[in-house]
C-alpha cells in the first residue's frame, strides 16, 4: 500500500485520504539508523563510549529524520501527528532515564542496608574500653518514627482542613461569592509557597511563641501543614467536582439534609480520588528536608517520639546529614544510613500508596466501569 | 443561609437552578447541617490566617535586617560566619540571590515543563492502557522522592554524566556567553543544578497535567476524531484547550518547587553571590532557598533574621509568581469553558 | 544505560574512598600524652548511677569526636544520652545564648557581643572550654607533584587567587627551585561557613600577613573567579580528589586515604606536629568572663618551632558559668570533666582522628570547670 505512493507525489498537490502512508514499521528503522548515525558522529569525535550523549543525538535526529520523510510523502497533517507522536514518546523515553537512575540510585546504593538490625534500632555507639575505640553500628529507627510521627501530625491537621474547605468551596459557596474567589486564589498561591518558606515559618512563630531555639517535632510538622493544606484542598476540590450533580438531586429529593447528602453520598462518590489526593499530600511533603531541619533540629542517636520536646530526625534529614557529615573512621556506617533512610523513605511512600488503594477500593461505592 | 447544592465552580448549567436549591435552603436550618456548614466554613477562613501567619510571623523576623546598614551591625560582620560580610545592606545581599533564584527556576522550567507535558501526553493519550496505569503510578512515586535523594543522585550520577559535555560545548559553543567562561571540572555548574531541578519538577508537573488530560471529556475527543482529525489535532482542539488552565497550574506549581527547591542546589551547585549566566563553571550564582539551607547552622541571630528576611522575599516573589499566572490563566480560560460531561467518571 | 553505568562508577569510588578514609597514612602518629590516669580521673570518675539527656548541637567538626565522649561516658553512665545537632558553629552559640542547649560545641570562642548576651542569660556568663584539636591540612591533587611544600605567603595567594597557575615561581621556590609544569589551580572551599576555615585564615593573617589581606577568623575564604565551592568538609575533600589541579583546607581528620597533603612552611602534617603547634603557640587569653579559657595561636612561635604542625584547629565546649539546674550542672560538669580527662581525649581523638590535648590544657579546663556553679 506503501510502494505506490511516493510517485504520486508532488509539492503543491492538496493531500486527500489517499495520499502515501509510510511503511508501518517506519519509526523503529528511523530511530535504528539515527542512533547509529549518533554513534558514528560521537565515534568520530572519539567519543563512543559516550552513550548517553549519542542516544540523545539519535534521538534529535531521528525527530528530524522523521519530520521530513513524512511531510514529503505524507503531507503536512499526518506528518504533523507523526512528528508530535515522535517528540512525545522521544520527550518520554528521556525523561524516564533520569528518573528510573535516580530510583535505581537509590534502591542499588540502599538495598543492601536494609537488615532489621538497622531498620528496627537506632544508630549505636559501642565503646572498647581497652583500645578506646567506638564502633558505630548503624541504624535509623528514631528517624522512621520521628518522619511517621511529624508527617502524621501533618496529616491529622492538614486532611480534615483540606477536606472541609474543599466542600465548602465546592459545596456551599456560590461561584459569584467573594470570599470563595478569595480563597480559592489564595489555595493556589499557597500551593506555591516554597517548602523552606514554611519552614522559616515554623521556626519563626515558634521563636516567637515559645522562645528561640525551640526545636520539636510539632513545629516540622507545622511547616509541613503549610505545605499540605493547600495540596489537600485542590486535589479534594478536583475530586468533589467530579461527583455528577445527579447524584446530589437524588438525595435532596429523598429529603436527606445537606450535611448528610454531602458526607454519604458526595463524599463517599469520592472516597477514592480523596484518598489518592490525601496520600499524594503526604507523599509530597514526607521527603521534605530543609523545613523539617530548620524547625525540628536533628538528634543523631537519641530515641524521641515526643513531638513537643526535643530534637526529632526524619528519614530525609538523616539522610542528608549523615552524607554532610561522614563519620571519619566509619564512613561505610554514616554512608549506608544515608541511603538506607533514602530507600526506606522511597518505601514507606510506597507503602502508603498501597494501603491507600485498599483503602479506596474498599470504601468507594460499585462504580459503572 | 443561600447555599445550592449546585456545586459546578466554572459556569454551571441550567441544572443548577430550580428544586434543589429550595430543598437545600430548608435542609440546612438543621443543627447537623449548621455544625458542618460552620466546621468547612472555619476551615476555608483558616486558610487565610495561615497565609496572613507566614507573612505576618516572617515579616516580624525579617523586619529589623531589611532596612538597617548592615556595615553598622556588628552581628552582621561577624567574620567568624561571614557571609553577610562586607554587604552595605539587604538588598545588596539578596539582589544576586533573587537573580539566581529566577535564572535557575527558569532554566529548570524551560528544561523541565515541555518533557513534563510530553511524558503527561503519554500516559493519558498515547500509552497502552495498562502500561499507563503503571507508569502514572511510578511518576507519582517520584513526586515522593525526597530531595536530598535527587542532591545524592545529582552528585553521583549528574556530575560525571555531564563532564565530556561541559567540555564539548565550551570547546564548540563557547562563543555564545552561556557556555563561556572556565569549565568546572568537578561539574558543580548550574547545568547541573537546573537539570537536576527539571527531574524534581518533572513528576509534579506530569502528575497533575496528566490528571487534566484524562477529564478531557471523551465526547469532544471522539467529535474531534470522527471529523478527521488526526491524534495530534484532536489533542490540539480538544485536549489542550480544556487542559489550558491545568497546565498553567501544574507548570505554576512546578515553578513553585523550583523556587523553593533547597536541597539539590546547595549539594550540587558551586554557589557564589553574583549575576551571571555562565552555566558551565564554578562561578554560579545561587538561590535564595538554597543559601538558607547553607547558611542557616553557621549563622548568628541576626544573620538568622537577615536570612529570614531573603525568605519573607522568596516568598512575595513566590506570591507575585502565582497572581500574574492566575491573571493570565483568568484571562486565558475566557475562551474555551471546562465543563464536566456528568455521566463520565474520570478514568484513573 | 551509560548513566547508571557512570553513576554506580562514581558512587563507587565516592564510598572507596570514605571507606578508606580511617587509613590515611598522615594520621599513624600518635601523641598519648606522659601523666598516667590515677585513679578518680577519667572513666573511673564517672558516677554509673547519673542519668539524663545533654542537648548540645554546634560545631560539625566536633561531632565524630562527641560521639567517641559519650560512648565512652555512657558506657559507664549508662542512663546518660547525648544529643548533639551538628549545625554549624554559628547555630550552636545561637541556640546556646537563647538558652535551648546544655552546651555548644564552637570552632570560634564568644564573640565579644555574643560574650554579652550570653551574660543577660545565663547569671556569669558563659565559659569558652577547649575540648578538642586538629589539623587543617592543605590537599592538593597535582600528579606532578608527589611531595609538595607551601609557604605561608604562597597559599595565601594561591587562596587570594594571585596564584592561579602550578608553574608558578613561588611554588616554585617553595620547593627547592623545581617548577611544576602549567596547569591550572583551583581552590576548593567550604560553601558554607566552618572553623576549618577559620582557623586556616587566621593561619594565613597571622603567617603570610600583607599577602592576605582579608585578615583573620574568616569562616567563608572571600570568594575568587573559579573558585569552586563545596557544601561540608566531606565534599570539599571529595573534590579535591577529583579535580586536576585542585587545592584547598581539610579537616585533617576529614582526610580520604588517597589523598595527598602539602607540607606547610617545611612541616609535614602529624599528629604529633599538631600537638607540638598547641603546645608551643596557643596561648589562652580569657574574655571578659572570669575563669574563660578562650585563646588564640601565635603564628610567629609556632614558625619557629620547625617540628610544629603550623596551622592547628582548636574547637570549643561553651558552657554557662552558673547552671540554674542542679541535676543538669552535675551532668554536664561531669560530661565536660570526663572530655577534659586522658580518657576522654583518648576517645575523642581515637573516634575523630584527631589529636588529644595537651595535659597543660586540660589541667587548666579542669580547673575552670571546677569554679563553675
Known amino acids: 500500500m506503501t510502494t505506490q505512493a511516493q510517485t504520486n507525489y508532488s509539492p503543491s498537490a492538496q493531500r486527500t485520504l489517499t495520499t502515501g502512508r509510510l511503511p508501518r514499521f517506519i519509526e523503529v528503522w528511523v530511530a535504528v539508523a539515527a542512533i547509529a548515525a549518533g554513534a558514528l558522529v560521537f565515534a568520530g569525535f572519539g567519543h563512543l563510549d559516550y552513550v548517553a550523549g549519542w542516544l540523545v543525538l539519535g534521538a534529535f535526529l531521528y525527530l528530524v529524520a522523521i519530520g521530513i520523510l513524512a511531510s514529503i510523502v505524507e503531507g503536512r497533517r499526518r506528518a504533523t501527528d507523526r512528528f508530535v507522536r515522535s517528540l512525545v514518546f522521544v520527550a518520554f523515553l528521556l525523561a524516564i532515564i533520569p528518573l528510573v537512575s535516580t530510583l535505581w540510585t537509590v534502591v542499588s546504593h540502599g538495598i543492601t542496608t536494609l537488615t532489621p538490625q538497622f531498620i528496627f534500632n537506632p544508630e549505636k555507639a559501642q565503646f572498647d574500653r581497652a583500645t578506646s575505640e567506638t564502633k558505630l553500628v548503624a541504624g535509623v529507627w528514631p528517624a522512621i518514627v520521628g518522619t511517621l510521627v511529624i508527617t502524621g501530625i501533618a496529616a491529622v491537621i492538614s486532611i480534615p482542613i483540606g477536606l472541609l474547605a474543599a466542600v465548602w468551596l465546592t459545596e456551599y459557596a456560590l461561584p459569584g461569592n467573594p470570599v470563595r474567589r478569595i480563597v480559592t486564589f489564595l489555595v493556589d498561591v499557597m500551593t506555591g509557597i516554597p517548602s523552606i518558606v514554611a519552614g522559616l515559618f515554623a521556626f519563626a512563630l515558634f521563636t516567637l511563641l515559645v522562645g528561640p531555639g525551640t526545636f520539636n517535632g510539632l513545629s516540622a510538622a507545622i511547616a509541613l501543614c503549610v505545605l499540605m493544606i493547600p495540596t489537600m484542598v485542590r486535589a479534594s476540590e478536583e475530586m468533589l467536582k467530579l461527583v455528577p450533580l445527579e447524584l446530589r438531586e437524588a438525595a435532596y429529593a429523598l429529603g436527606v439534609s445537606k450535611w448528610r447528602t454531602i458526607v454519604k453520598v458526595v463524599l463517599r462518590t469520592s472516597v477514592a480520588g480523596l484518598v489518592t489526593g490525601g496520600m499524594l499530600a503526604v507523599a509530597r511533603v514526607i521527603g521534605e528536608t530543609a523545613p523539617i531541619y530548620i524547625a525540628a533540629g536533628y538528634t543523631r542517636t537519641a530515641f524521641n517520639a515526643d513531638p513537643l520536646h526535643g530534637a526529632m530526625s526524619t528519614l530525609a534529614v538523616v539522610s542528608y546529614r549523615n552524607y554532610i557529615d561522614p563519620d571519619p573512621t566509619q564512613p561505610a556506617v554514616t554512608q549506608a544510613e544515608a541511603w538506607g533512610s533514602a530507600l526506606i523513605l522511597i518505601i514507606i511512600v510506597v507503602i502508603l500508596n498501597l494501603i491507600a488503594r485498599v483503602v479506596a477500593a474498599r470504601f468507594a461505592p460499585k462504580a459503572r466501569r | ?348 | 544505560m551509560k548513566i547508571t553505568r557512570s553513576g554506580s562508577i562514581a558512587a563507587v569510588a565516592l564510598v572507596g574512598a570514605l571507606a578508606l578514609a580511617g587509613c590515611s597514612a598522615s594520621t599513624t602518629s600518635t601523641t598519648t600524652s606522659s601523666a598516667a590516669p590515677t585513679s578518680k580521673v577519667g572513666l573511673n570518675a564517672i558516677d554509673p548511677s547519673l542519668t539524663g539527656t545533654i542537648t548540645a548541637a554546634g560545631s560539625s567538626a566536633q561531632v565524630a569526636a562527641q560521639t567517641g565522649y559519650s560512648a565512652a561516658f555512657s558506657s559507664v553512665a549508662t542512663g546518660v544520652t547525648l544529643n548533639y545537632n551538628p549545625e554549624g558553629s554559628g547555630g550552636g552559640r545561637k541556640d546556646f545564648i537563647a538558652g535551648s542547649l546544655d552546651f555548644a560545641g564552637s570552632d570560634a570562642p564568644l564573640s565579644a557581643a555574643e560574650t554579652t548576651q550570653a551574660a543577660a542569660t545565663f547569671p556569669g556568663g558563659a565559659l569558652d572550654i577547649p575540648v578538642y584539636l586538629d589539623g587543617v591540612a592543605i590537599q592538593y591533587n597535582e600528579k606532578d607533584a608527589s611531595t609538595l611544600n607551601l609557604s605561608g605567603s604562597t597559599l595565601a595567594k594561591i587562596f587570594a587567587g594571585k596564584i592561579t597557575n602550578w608553574s608558578d615561581p613561588a611554588i616554585a621556590t617553595d620547593n627547592g627551585g623545581k617548577a611544576l609544569p602549567s596547569k591550572k589551580i583551583t581552590v576548593v572551599t567550604r560553601s558554607d561557613s566552618s572553623g576549618t576555615m577559620q582557623n586556616l585564615t587566621n593561619y594565613l593573617a597571622g603567617a603570610a600577613g600583607s599577602d592576605w589581606p582579608a585578615g583573620p577568623n574568616l569562616g567563608t575564604l572571600p570568594q575568587i573567579t573559579g573558585m569552586d565551592l563545596q557544601k561540608g568538609g566531606a565534599a570539599v575533600a571529595t573534590e579535591i580528589a577529583a579535580v586536576d589541579g585542585a587545592i584547598g583546607g581539610v579537616d585533617h581528620s576529614a582526610l580520604t586515604s588517597g589523598a595527598t597533603v602539602a607540607s606547610v612552611d617545611g612541616v609535614k602534617l602529624t599528629n604529633a606536629g599538631i600537638a607540638e603547634a598547641m603546645a608551643t603557640g596557643f596561648a589562652i587569653k580569657p574574655n571578659s568572663t572570669p575563669g574563660d579559657l578562650s585563646g588564640a595561636f601565635d603564628y610567629t612561635k609556632i614558625k619557629a618551632d620547625t617540628k610544629a604542625y603550623p596551622i592547628p584547629l582548636l574547637s570549643y565546649d561553651i558552657i554557662p558559668a552558673t547552671f540554674k539546674d542542679a541535676a543538669k550542672k552535675k551532668l554536664v560538669l561531669a560530661y565536660l570533666e570526663f572530655i577534659a580527662s586522658t580518657d576522654g581525649q583518648k576517645a575523642g581523638a581515637t573516634k575523630a582522628n584527631s589529636v588529644q590535648l595537651p595535659d597543660s590544657i586540660l589541667k587548666q579546663v579542669t580547673a575552670t570547670l571546677a569554679t563553675v556553679k
Open chain 2, 1 to 348: 443561609m443561600t447555599a445550592t447544592p449546585a456545586t459546578a465552580a466554572n459556569g454551571g448549567g441550567p441544572q443548577n437552578t430550580g428544586a434543589p436549591t429550595r430543598l437545600a435552603a430548608m435542609k440546612v436550618s438543621k443543627v447537623g447541617d449548621r455544625v458542618f456548614l460552620g466546621l468547612s466554613t472555619g476551615a476555608a477562613w483558616l486558610i487565610m490566617v495561615i497565609l496572613a501567619g507566614v507573612a505576618i510571623f516572617l515579616i516580624i523576623q525579617a523586619a529589623p535586617t531589611i532596612g538597617a546598614n548592615w556595615l553598622q551591625n556588628t552581628a552582621l560582620q561577624d567574620r567568624t560566619s561571614g557571609f553577610t560580610l562586607g554587604y552595605a545592606n539587604f538588598w545588596a545581599y539578596v539582589s544576586p540571590l533573587l537573580f539566581g533564584t529566577i535564572w535557575a527556576s527558569f532554566l529548570a522550567l524551560l528544561l523541565g515543563a515541555p518533557v513534563a507535558i510530553g511524558i503527561a501526553l503519554f500516559i493519558s493519550h498515547y500509552a497502552p492502557r495498562r502500561a499507563a496505569g503503571i507508569l502514572g503510578y511510578l511518576v507519582d512515586l517520584l513526586a515522593a522522592v525526597p530531595s536530598v535523594v535527587f542532591g545524592l543522585w545529582g552528585i553521583v550520577v549528574i556530575r560525571p554524566f555531564l563532564g565530556p559535555l561541559n567540555d564539548f560545548l565550551n570547546t564548540n559553543f563557547g562563543w555564545i556567553p552561556l557556555f563561556g567562561g572556565s569549565v568546572a571540572q568537578g561539574g558543580s555548574t548550574l547545568l547541573a543544578g537546573a537539570i537536576v531541578l527539571a527531574v524534581m519538577i518533572l513528576p509534579i508537573i506530569t502528575s497533575i497535567s496528566r490528571e487534566i488530560f484524562l477529564q478531557t471529556p471523551s465526547l469532544h475527543e471522539e467529535a474531534a476524531l470522527a471529523l478527521g482529525a488526526t491524534r495530534w489535532e484532536m489533542i490540539r482542539l480538544a485536549v489542550l484547550p480544556y487542559a489550558r488552565s491545568g497546565i498553567i497550574s501544574s507548570v505554576l506549581l512546578g515553578l513553585g518547587r523550583a523556587l523553593g527547591e533547597t536541597m539539590a542546589i546547595a549539594m550540587i551547585v558551586s554557589p557564589k553571590l553574583i549575576f551571571s549566566f555562565q552555566l558551565l563553571t564554578n562561578d554560579n550564582p545561587t538561590t535564595i532557598a538554597a543559601n538558607i539551607a547553607n547558611q542557616f547552622g553557621g549563622a548568628n541571630l541576626t544573620q538568622a533574621n537577615a536570612l529570614i528576611a531573603t525568605g519573607l522575599l522568596l516568598f512575595v516573589v513566590s506570591f507575585a509568581v502565582n497572581f500574574v499566572a492566575r491573571w493570565v490563566v483568568g484571562r486565558a480560560s475566557t475562551g474555551p469553558r471546562r465543563r464536566r460531561i456528568p455521566t463520565r467518571k474520570a478514568s484513573r
